[in-house]
């Protein structure tokens, strides 16, 4: 039987996949390994050593029962993901795991296994000699360092020898340092892609072609500015796979687009090289007072811009709003709802989300507002009328437990690019 174990799941299906992709490159055999969602498969195998990767988020679910089951069984358990990364004090000490993998996991994770192997499954020193862990070692908390790959796509996204498949991750890294979002903390403020040969070569595997990246219109550049030029050799790169007969989703799930990047030449590239007429943008507030708040950049101008040009081009415009925003005032939630009108109005649709605190970002220790009558009413109508999308309401629960959690066991962020500031 195989003696480690990955715990697939439906939200770590895509991160899986690509670190897979990785241990192969790399000379592991992936046959040594089980790979499965079904806990009960794991539990059967009796694995001595199984990885996990999960979103803060997740820490309240199935989760916490089955590193018990494991931990009973005397499995080493190895954590990845947001959370490991910003609590790796919580992730071992409160949640049990024995080792966190902190960065961007690709060299990490092979290094890690294979001198997991030759110790037969112990926590040994040699691991100090590994960049991206943190563990305790004779009773003492240690952290080796940030673990980052610059050229990430020196690593396939998928493997070769395991039928997976996942949305190809084409850009790495965010440089606009929204203060709720993990994203520039973790994977850098400046933009890295994966080489257009590459793209191509391994969507030839896909039947839809869906990509992952922060900001779809910003490929090929720093990630602050829109590089027209690559951005229209990626898409005309792709067309002989269309002719194929596969379908390219380009700007929508599990993807979006800047509304600053949404221009009459930027959907026009979509028009002549892409299939989908659904775009995805984040306007995250209505009001520019919020927007400059959240580190946001873009105002609201831009989104109401961005819209037009959408529906001039006969694009359905699919716009993210975050309600219950730090120290948000009924005043702007009401030009939030504004906004909102406006767009659906328009023949758009909206997706809302309530506030989360998220540990390792700027506001992680920031309060939510709640939301006024107002706000409380509109989204519930417009959900009837199924004009909004999004789990807000399920949301504020979430966002509490959040806060409590913060609150108990906040942890210094450890990022690799600049320290991150609290800004509450």
Not at 265 to 287: F, H, K, P
Not at 351 to 363: E, I, K, Q, V
């Amino acid at each position: 039987m195989p003696e480690i174990a990955v715990r697939m799941t439906k939200r770590n299906h895509n991160a899986f996949v690509h670190l897979l992709g990785a241990l192969e490159s790399q000379g592991f055999d992936l046959s040594e390994l089980l790979i499965t969602r079904d806990f009960r498969e794991i539990l059967q195998a009796k694995p001595k050593v199984v990885l996990y990767s999960f979103l803060t988020e997740e820490v309240w679910g199935p989760l916490t029962e089955e590193v018990k089951l494991l931990k009973e069984r005397g499995a080493l358990l190895i954590a990845g993901g947001y959370h490991a990364i910003a609590m790796p004090k919580h992730t071992l000490n409160r949640l049990g795991f024995d080792i966190a993998v902190i960065g961007e996991g690709e060299e990490v994770l092979y290094r890690l296994l294979t001198t997991l192997k030759k110790a037969r499954y112990r926590i040994t020193k040699e691991l100090l000699n590994i960049r991206g862990l943190a563990f305790h070692l004779n009773g003492d908390f240690v952290f080796t360092g940030f673990a980052r790959v610059e050229d990430f796509w020196r690593f396939p996204p998928y493997p070769e020898s395991v039928r997976l498949i996942s949305p190809i991750e084409i850009s790495r890294g965010c440089p606009f340092g929204c203060y709720y979002c993990q994203t520039p903390y973790i994977k850098g403020f400046r933009m890295r892609h994966r080489p257009i040969d590459q793209i191509v070569r391994y969507s030839r595997r896909m039947r839809d072609m869906r990509y992952i990246t922060p900001n779809a219109f910003a490929y090929g550049s720093p990630g602050a500015i829109l590089r027209l030029d690559k951005l229209e050799a990626l898409l005309k790169a792709l067309q002989p796979l269309r002719k194929e007969g596969r379908r390219l989703f380009y700007g929508t799930f599990p993807s979006e687009v800047r509304p600053e990047f949404v221009l009459p030449e930027t959907l026009e590239l979509l028009v002549d090289y892409a299939d989908n007429r659904r775009l995805a943008i984040g306007a995250q507030s209505g009001d520019d007072a919020m927007l400059k708040a959240m580190h946001r950049i873009h105002r609201v101008e831009h989104v109401q811009r961005a819209i037009e040009y959408m529906l001039e081009y006969g694009f359905e415009p699919v716009v993210d709003f975050i309600v219950g925003l730090p120290n948000e005032t009924e005043e702007s939630q009401e030009k939030s709802i504004e906004l909102m009108k406006w767009v659906i109005s328009k023949g758009g649709r909206v997706r809302a989300h309530y506030f989360m605190p998220l540990p390792g970002t700027p506001w992680a220790r920031c309060k939510p507002s709640p939301l006024s009558d107002e706000m409380k009413r509109f989204l519930g109508r417009m959900a009837a009328k199924g004009k909004i999308e999004g789990s807000w309401g399920n949301q504020i629960e979430l966002s509490r437990k959040l806060q409590r959690l913060i609150e108990e066991f906040y942890e210094e962020p450890m990022s690799h690019t600049v320290p991150v500031r609290s800004v509450c």
